[in-house]
């Protein structure tokens, strides 16, 4: 088997290729999964997403500026000055609207592609959507430079091709979003626990099989530290990497405690994908950051706007619903049921 086939499971909607995934995320901390979504559906999928990621930006930005003149989220909100959603928790602030507002094609190519289901086999058998964003590395001139992101953190960007930015996903993540009180989403104490908490799930929109895609580190989710707590140069290479290659329409999960980097930019053409993170039910995913109002973690929706998401999505989403209850999934349910069955049977 070549190096990067041994990575990869095609796609196949039985539970057998959830299996076979699951066995690669357990011994490499990744799989690339190949032919989720068809041609004609990353066409369309491009296109709306242009457009989408478009109106997001404007919208941050938006609030951004509204926060700088002193606007309450709360005012924002009334005002309807951007694009804010009430939040579950009545006691947090509007925040802003979940991307997949403007990504209905998005939302049904999720519910649609089975991802879900494999999702469930690695996580477990209610898992919650817990962030979404689109990802363009765009196209660059210079070879590299640093620049503060949203929550205040230095990211390095350009076209050299030894340019990293390594580091693991939240909840393993040692910067946990900021430095801040306002930012921060709080981080696992090391060393991690030898357990799959998260899932980050990247939708390839184009080929990355010649411009290269996620630089990963196989089996680093198993050395129970982050990058970014070591004393290590995190914007270089390090030995064992690989490139992930994968055609459009292909599908990277990685448990989030997987060392990985995104590509250095290309020069002449841009790279587009869509990013979502995956928890299980177990998992607090909300409960800090109380004053941020345009990070990706669980950005809210409407009633009105839930009902509109596919079916086989809304479980994973419904924690996001002000005024609509989260009831567990009928397979953990039924597990309990039966383990109680099963022990009252004992008994007699």
């Known amino acids: 088997m070549s190096e990067s086939k041994k990575y990869k499971v095609f796609f196949n909607k039985d539970k057998k290729t959830g299996k076979k995934i699951k066995n690669k995320i357990d011994k490499y901390g990744f799989c690339i999964v190949e032919n989720v979504l068809s041609k004609s559906i990353v066409n369309s999928l491009i296109k709306e997403l242009k457009v989408a990621n478009n109106k997001i930006n ?38 802003a609207v979940h991307d997949l507002v403007w990504m209905p094609k998005f939302a049904k190519a999720i519910a649609s592609s089975n991802i879900l289901e494999c999702i469930k086999i690695i996580l477990d058998d209610h898992v919650r959507l817990s962030q979404f964003h689109t990802k363009i590395i765009r196209k660059q001139k210079q070879k590299r430079f640093f620049y503060l992101d949203i929550m205040k953190t230095l990211r390095p960007t350009g076209y050299d091709k ?7 996903d939240w909840p393993h993540d040692p910067w946990g979003g900021g ?31 010649k411009k290269g895609g996620t630089i990963v580190i196989p089996g680093s989710h198993k050395r129970k ?31 989030s405690r ?18 979502n993170r995956w928890s299980p039910w177990w998992m607090s995913i909300n409960d800090y950051a109380y004053d941020c109002i345009t990070n990706v973690m669980c950005r809210p929706l409407s009633k009105r706007e839930f009902k509109k998401l596919p079916k086989k999505l809304q479980p994973s989403m419904v924690h ?21 069955k099963n022990s009252l049977k004992k008994k007699n």
């Open 58 to 95: 404007k919208n941050i930005q938006n609030i951004i500026d509204c926060e700088k003149k002193g606007i309450s989220a709360n005012d924002i909100y009334k005002k309807k000055l951007a694009h804010l959603r009430l939040q579950k928790n009545k006691h947090r602030p509007p925040k």
């Open 162 to 168: 030894n340019l990293r930015d390594w580091h693991t």
């Open 179 to 209: 430095p801040t009180a306002k930012t921060n989403l709080g981080s696992l104490k090391e060393p991690f626990p030898d357990v799959t908490m998260s899932l980050t799930v990247i939708w390839f929109l184009t080929d990355i099989k």
């Open 225 to 255: 530290k982050s990058p970014r707590s070591l004393n290590i140069n995190l914007y270089k290479p390090l030995k064992n990497e690989i490139t992930v290659s994968a055609s459009s329409g292909s599908v990277l999960i990685q448990d």
């Open 258 to 275: 997987l060392w990985h980097s995104p590509p250095p930019s290309s020069i002449d053409e841009n790279r587009i994908a869509v990013i």
């Open 320 to 340: 996001l619903i002000p005024d609509l209850k989260e009831n567990l999934t009928k397979e953990i349910i039924n597990r309990s049921y039966l383990s109680i």
